[in-house]
Structure formats: structure tokens, C-alpha cells
């Protein structure tokens, strides 16, 4: 088992940054890749971004490239989500996940997933 704790969420004005971490915990070395995801209300979640542990892959959402930047720690197990020029329409929970694949994007299989943490960006 892999467990995923979300942290670094909370309310910023538009044109904001925020850090987003997600510490792993448990069987990590069965990870081989990590992706941020997000939910707002009434809408599907979404992928956000991923990164690979070993290697400088990494993939981003249309919506967030330019202003989010994915980066990981392996020797403290975390990856980070540095999100700069906030919008209100970025506004959701976001959640960290875990995937035995190594595969980046959004239709990868992934297997482990945090709780979430709230970002709330307001105009």
C-alpha cells in the first residue's frame, strides 16, 4: 500500500501562486510515476500534470501550462505543484495520485490517491 497526504491548499486572490505538496508514504518504490488532479464542483475531475520519479519527464494540462510547474523530492517521497498566476476558474480540489506505470497523462492507470486539498482562488 501507498498512502498520499495532500498539503498547501487554501484561499488566494487571482493572480496568486500557491505550492501544493503531496508526501507518499508506505510501499514507494512500486511508484513510478505521480499526477495532480482536480475536481470542481459539478464538474468531472481533471488532469492536471505528472512527472516520472526518476527522469525529467513531465506533462501538463492545456489549461495550466506556462503557470503550473511539477516537481518531486525523491528523497523525501514528495511532489510538488507550484501553481503561479491564479484564476478563479482553478478553483477545485486537488488531488495527488500514484501510478505503477511510469506513464504520464491523463488516461494513465493510477493506483493510489490522496484525500485532496482545497484551493479556492477568488477574483
Known amino acids: 500500500q501507498v498512502q498520499l497526504v495532500e498539503s498547501g491548499g487554501g484561499l488566494v486572490q487571482a493572480g496568486g501562486s500557491l505550492r501544493l505538496s503531496c508526501a507518499a508514504s508506505?510501499?514507494?518504490?512500486?511508484?513510478?510515476?505521480m499526477g495532480w488532479f482536480r475536481q470542481a464542483p459539478g464538474k468531472e475531475r481533471e488532469f492536471v500534470a505528472a512527472?516520472?520519479?526518476?527522469?525529467?519527464?513531465?506533462d501538463y494540462a492545456r489549461s495550466v501550462k506556462g503557470r503550473f510547474t511539477i516537481s518531486r523530492d525523491n528523497a523525501k517521497n514528495t511532489v510538488y505543484l507550484q501553481m503561479n498566476s491564479l484564476k478563479p476558474e482553478d478553483t477545485a480540489v486537488y488531488y495527488c495520485?500514484?501510478?505503477?506505470?511510469?506513464?504520464?497523462?491523463?488516461?494513465?492507470?493510477?493506483?493510489?490517491w490522496g484525500q485532496g486539498t482545497q484551493v479556492t482562488v477568488s477574483s
Open positions: 495520485a500514484a501510478s505503477k506505470t511510469g506513464w504520464l497523462g491523463s488516461s494513465v492507470p493510477y493506483d493510489y
Open positions: 512527472i516520472r520519479w526518476s527522469g525529467s519527464n513531465t
Open positions: 508506505g510501499r514507494t518504490f512500486s511508484m513510478k510515476s
